[in-house]
């Protein structure tokens, strides 16, 4: 009754072998063929992770984590990472290669199930997880269990929409992920002549405007400022719509410590309606690493195969 | 194991007495005493619930609907009908006046869970209502529960918040209610000079601009469809958060019809990441007029008194 776990992401890609009590047994990775068309891609995704099934064994059923919003039918409608990738069946194209069910879902939601059971937001109860890196992703856990709503789409929130002060109408994911980061440093930069380390930089994105701000680079800090009070406005949203017992937040820009969550913290204390959504242990950092996506897909593939 | 089912608005109270079975055998309304002190106001809501009580008879249950975010403990923590009201312990109250255990909830949950049960949005899962008159409240039922989070608060569609083009953030409530499209009609009489027939009513509010957008004046359809751009900002922020089967709209601005709902349908065009968010069925009109928050206060006394 061992369990096949696949982390199929949009850098890297991870498989493991779990025994039926979890137990991580065999793991292995390699970076993700984005450039190639995705029967590429996937037949590589394929390739690596029979690494780490162990000589004639099968699994009993198939964990698999990949980006963006899913419809409960196993496609990946689209995701930012993946450009090119319209409804491919993933899911039914990994059960044919190992002969094998297979559960997939968004990385973030098998994250917070991960960070549920084994890490950051134990026992919460809704416990929400969002993950602020290259775009930002979202997953809820509700009375015990992933909640997806009706067709597997919730929650996406790097798609709560704000409007800016010219009329434009942007979603979370492009005023607060690592990549919006980058962006509107290089933006800042093209607009004016404020003095910048970043000035001297070959690659400006989310990672050295981070490294910047942690220099004290003032035009760096004002940015992932900007970042945080985006941020800290989406989290208003979900603490009024969810009542959380915690959010749990990981990904790159969750690094950046104080210097994202200290205008998270002043949004959120100028914005809710009642101090009675809010609670000092509410807001936690992750606590499960690189491999919260396999563990949590270990997770979800034991439960829905057993249902 | 007859029900009692207390509906206190901030206009009107609400009261009548429901058979086990749940039909409706006696039922009594009148206003509501806001100006009076918080006591004074309780007074009257318990004589108004005193006339559906069968002479000799006591409840088994009590359903209370009250307005605003409440904790779990039966606290109204405030509500934009009852300025002044800070923690009143209601549900106690009440609770000793009759030597019946009280069961209160939101307006907006009750009337979500009577729509669930037996309106417009019954077998959807999940279901959110919104009820979009003088403030915005909503509910949400999941899995055939209502869903209020860690403490009791949600959900609060009202408190999401969005940024204006000058820098000041505002919540949906005071940008699409009934409220907000008096006050905005208001600031736009005064701003210019444009001609309208607002500006021979005596009462400019959510009512007189309704009135006048019917009969085609331009400022009044403008001010809504103002409005219904907020509002479709914030049903694609539910959508994208809780893939909901259906969102159920009532209250006075559900009235106006397409006059608010075209600017809404509009936003979720060309704000969601994908059509599977979104259903030709998803937007639905309430169903249950008036009575609604007293048959899920009666639904929801029933249930959680033979938990």
Chains 1, 2 share one sequence.
């Not at 890297?12 to 029967?39: C, I, Y």
């Not at 929409?161 to 962006?183: Q, V």
Request: aromatic share 6%; hydrophobic share 50%.
């Amino acid at each position: 009754m061992a369990i096949l776990s696949i982390d199929f992401g949009g850098t890297r890609t991870r498989a493991a072998w779990f025994s039926h009590g979890l137990n991580m047994q065999a793991r292995d990775e390699a970076p993700t063929p984005v450039g190639q068309p995705p029967s590429a891609v996937i037949a590589r995704v394929i390739e690596i992770a029979r690494q780490v099934v162990p000589p004639g064994q099968k699994p009993a059923a198939i964990g698999l984590c990949a980006p963006g919003p899913q419809a409960a039918t196993g496609l990946i409608l689209h995701a930012p990472t993946l450009p090119g990738w319209d409804r491919i069946p993933l899911a039914q194209i990994v059960a044919d290669a190992f002969d094998a069910p297979v559960f997939m879902e968004n990385d973030a939601n098998l994250a917070a199930l991960a960070e549920y059971h084994l890490g950051a937001a134990r026992g919460a109860n809704p416990a929400l997880y969002l993950t602020v890196s290259t775009g930002i992703g979202g997953g809820a856990v509700i009375n015990g269990a992933l909640f997806t709503g009706w067709r597997g789409l919730a929650i996406e929130p790097g798609h709560i929409k704000f409007p800016l002060p010219d009329g434009r109408i942007r979603s979370l994911e492009d005023l607060a992920s690592g990549t919006a980061i980058g962006r509107r440093a290089k933006e800042r930069l093209a607009e004016g002549d404020q003095p910048s380390a970043l000035r001297n930089c070959a690659v400006v994105d989310g990672r050295t405007v981070g490294l910047a701000a942690a220099q004290g680079d003032a035009l760096a800090l004002d940015v992932i400022a900007e970042a945080g009070r985006w941020l800290g406005l989406g989290l208003v949203c979900l603490m009024h719509l969810f009542n959380p017992q915690a959010i749990v937040i990981g990904g790159s820009v969750a690094n950046l410590g104080d210097l994202i969550f200290n205008p998270v913290r002043e949004i959120i204390a100028a914005h809710l309606t009642d101090p009675a959504f809010n609670d000092p242990d509410l807001i936690r950092a992750a606590r499960l690493g690189d491999d919260v996506c396999l563990i949590g897909a270990a997770f979800y593939a034991r439960a829905r195969s057993e249902v």
